[in-house]
């Protein structure tokens, strides 16, 4: 199984800084120059479901907030909000889905410093 | 507008058997594959089961080790509904049961339901 970790577990930033979220995994999610790293990141506010926010590592789901970003590639990934607003307060996590099991990070829990 | 929507969760004995339902409207269910992911309280999110569009083929569904053997997904194309059938439950099983559809295009889960809770205890 792909093991993924991420860190650190919880973050407190200021409003309007930078949140970066690392996220690592055991093997390679890279598949082929088409369907390059098969991670995702996803958003969940107490009492909701996880919402799609990023896919293929980089690339933001259609009404996310051009502040979020993604990055990396292999084995190594982040999530970064460039500026901090009060809404982005939430569990974060990242997901491999090259292989089964679909596997989770432990999660990354946002707040305001 | 997609929807899905999980029902069938509950307080239930160890060792009992309960079956979740997810019913999907706003999109062409039987294009998608479907997972269920499972969150206990104060937990990750944890991956239970995948089952392809037709769930049909050899490698049409797939399993969780923890819940290989004692659950089994499944899916009915002509009503538009996800199933989750778990026997033998344990108390480590409890948790918010998701569904979530697989997006054709990028391959993660782009739509979830609202999760339906079980509960195992005596």
């Known amino acids: 199984d792909i093991v993924m970790t991420q860190s650190p577990d919880s973050l407190a930033v200021s409003l309007g800084e930078r949140a970066t979220i690392s996220c690592r995994s055991s093997?390679?999610?890279?598949?082929?120059?088409?369907?390059?790293?098969?991670i995702a990141w996803y958003q969940q506010k107490p009492g909701q479901p996880p919402k799609l926010f990023i896919y293929w590592a980089s690339t933001r789901e259609s009404g996310v907030p051009d502040r979020f970003s993604g990055s990396g590639s292999g084995t190594d990934f982040s999530l970064t909000i460039s500026s901090l607003q009060a809404e982005d307060v939430a569990v974060y996590y990242c997901?491999?889905?090259?292989?089964?099991?679909?596997?989770f990070g432990q999660g990354t829990r946002l707040e305001i410093k | 507008e997609v929807q899905l929507v999980e029902s069938g969760g509950g307080l239930v004995q160890p060792g009992g058997s309960l079956r979740l339902s997810c019913a999907a409207s706003?999109?062409?269910?039987?294009?998608?594959?479907m997972h269920w992911v499972r969150q206990a309280p104060g937990k990750g999110l944890v991956w239970v089961s995948r089952?392809?569009?037709?769930?049909?083929?050899?490698?049409?569904?797939a399993y969780a080790d923890s819940v290989k053997g004692r659950f089994t997904i499944s899916r009915d194309n002509a009503q538009n509904t996800l199933y989750l059938e778990m026997n033998s439950l344990r108390a480590e099983d409890t948790a918010i049961y998701y569904c979530a559809r697989v997006s054709t295009t990028n391959w993660a889960n782009d739509y979830w339901g609202q999760g339906t809770l079980v509960t195992v205890s005596s």
């Open positions: 093997q390679s999610v890279f598949k082929n120059s088409n369907k390059p790293n098969h």
């Open positions: 089952i392809t569009n037709d769930g049909t083929d050899g490698t049409g569904t």
């Open positions: 997901q491999q889905y090259i292989s089964i099991p679909v596997t």
């Open positions: 706003g999109f062409s269910f039987s294009s998608h594959w």
